[in-house]
């Protein structure tokens, strides 16, 4: 799926800017009390949370704010509860959207994301009608100046990473992204770090099983509408199975 990835690796960019403008810090809190909340606070023991960590010192949010967010879930300073939805949902050309969120508020939420979505040709799809076009994988960013493709393959295969595609070749953000099933998230992980080597990103991610390709306009399109939809407060992440050229991806990136 290098297309989609190609369109995958601009939002994550827009979202590195994001965060330096610290505008995650709030969502990653949700995270790491959503994790606190399920299994405690010890990292340790508590792989779900040892992940929202690595989001929030990758984001450089304060330690104060990670310790508040711990406190507040753990008891030590009250705190609210939040639910886990998954809204599937459809952008123009049919592209196919999974929004997952954190929300202490159902039918907000569902109002907002509806609003967002009928206002630039999206809508919200039933349950089951997007979903099964994507897969849960594991997923790694590694910069480039960390290692070779030949040394990363070595690493990896063996722990269970399914596919290494580079990146933003020559330039600063020059990167291999490392992917796997799920299953084999922990082990990939493992294999990196006793290789020395720190990923600049790892999380989950829902892969899709089937693209839609996209001109120009197209792209720009869905690019607006999940730019949007990540800008909502309850939303976590966004997927699509959007698939564009690196021609059309560089003009994106370009503004």
Sequence with gaps: MAGHSHFANIMHK????DAKRGKTFSKISRLIMAAVKLGGPNERDNPRLGL????ARAANMPKDTI???IDR??????GESFLELTYEAYGPSGVAMLVE?????????NTELRTILDRNGGSMGASGSVAYLFERKGQFDIPA?????EQLFDIVLEAGADEIEPLDAGTDDAH???TCEAGAFSAVKEALAAAGIEPSRSEYVMDPSTVVDADEDLARKIMKLQGLLEDNDDVQTVTTNLDV???IAAKLAAG
Aim: proline share 3%; hydrophobic share 25%.
């Design 14 to 17: 827009k979202g590195r800017a």
């Design 52 to 55: 929202a960590l690595e989001k």
């Design 67 to 69: 310790k508040r967010a």
């Design 73 to 78: 879930a753990s008891g030590a300073a009250g």
């Design 101 to 109: 969120t954190l929300t202490d508020n159902r039918n907000r939420t």
């Design 145 to 149: 100046s960390q290692t070779s493709e």
């Design 176 to 178: 291999f992204q490392v």
């Design 245 to 247: 050229s690196p021609d």
